[in-house]
């Protein structure tokens, strides 16, 4: 193994590991009220691509972060979209078209 793969499976374990709290207190709290919509939207479209980027690369380090970090991010990311809607009065389900 390659110095190069070692750092990006260490950069890899530690920007992925970082997303865990955030993701264990929020699955544990259902408060995602400090949590920005368009920020982990963006974030999460951010990981996708250089999942993609690695996968054209072919560079291992890449895909096993990336692939770890999208789950995590999409699960944040979900229960947002769950629980934001619950603490605004729309029961899961309900477009907000729907609202009178």
Same mark, same amino acid.
């Given at each position: 193994?390659?110095?190069?793969?070692? *750092?990006? &499976?260490?950069?890899?374990?530690?920007?992925?590991?970082? $997303? %865990?709290?955030?993701?264990?207190?929020?699955?544990?709290?259902?408060?995602?009220?400090?949590?920005s919509l368009r920020m982990y939207t963006i974030f999460t479209i951010g990981i996708a691509v250089? *999942?993609? &980027?690695?996968?054209?690369?072919?560079?291992?380090?890449? $895909? %096993?972060?990336?692939?770890?970090s999208l789950v995590l991010a999409c699960t944040v990311l979900a229960m947002k979209l769950r629980?934001?809607?619950?603490?605004?009065?729309?029961?899961?389900?309900?477009?907000?078209?729907?609202?009178?």
């Open positions: 193994m390659q110095a190069s793969d070692i *750092l990006g &499976y260490l950069a890899g374990t530690l920007t992925t590991a970082a $997303l %865990v709290p955030q993701v264990w207190r929020t699955f544990r709290t259902k408060d995602v009220s400090g949590i250089w *999942l993609a &980027y690695g996968f054209l690369l072919k560079e291992m380090p890449m $895909l %096993v972060a990336n692939s770890v629980y934001g809607r619950q603490r605004l009065g729309y029961p899961v389900g309900h477009g907000r078209t729907q609202q009178r």
